[in-house]
């Protein structure tokens, strides 16, 4: 379905008016939802088709996935955490996971930005090489 320049706009100041000091409040999401519903104005459909996507977006910027060798201590994700929330600010989705194929070291995803300090890496990154 084609998106008009108009439904993109509109969909976008939705968006804005969702957010509570820089983070979506899901509360406001869904009333902003239902309101679009209840009022049906012209091309609602196609808003509420942009707002999911740019509501997915937003979600998608704000997850961040730590892979480690091994579990890490409380006292290291608390460090992890600190690290993340210094660069990417407060409000991050955090899941720590357990990869035994990493060898040692981290991986860390946030959004699109991947960081990977594996030992994995370093021996793929030295395979390359030769």
């Known amino acids: 379905m084609k998106i008009s320049k108009q439904a993109r706009r509109d969909a976008k100041q939705l968006l804005q008016s969702c957010r509570v000091s820089g983070l979506l409040d899901e509360a406001k999401v869904r ?76 991986r860390v995803k946030v959004g699109s930005d991947v960081y990977d300090d594996s030992v994995q890496a370093r021996l793929d990154a030295l395979q390359e090489s030769f």
């Open 31 to 106: 009333q902003t939802v239902q309101q679009v519903i209840a009022g049906k104005p012209r091309g609602y459909v196609a808003i509420l088709s942009h707002f999911q996507r740019l509501v997915k977006l937003d979600l998608d910027r704000r997850a961040a996935r730590i892979e480690s060798a091994v579990p890490l201590t409380v006292s290291q994700q608390n460090a992890v955490t600190a690290n993340l929330e210094r660069r990417y600010g407060p409000g991050l989705n955090l899941s720590f996971l357990h990869n035994p194929a990493l060898l040692g070291g981290l």
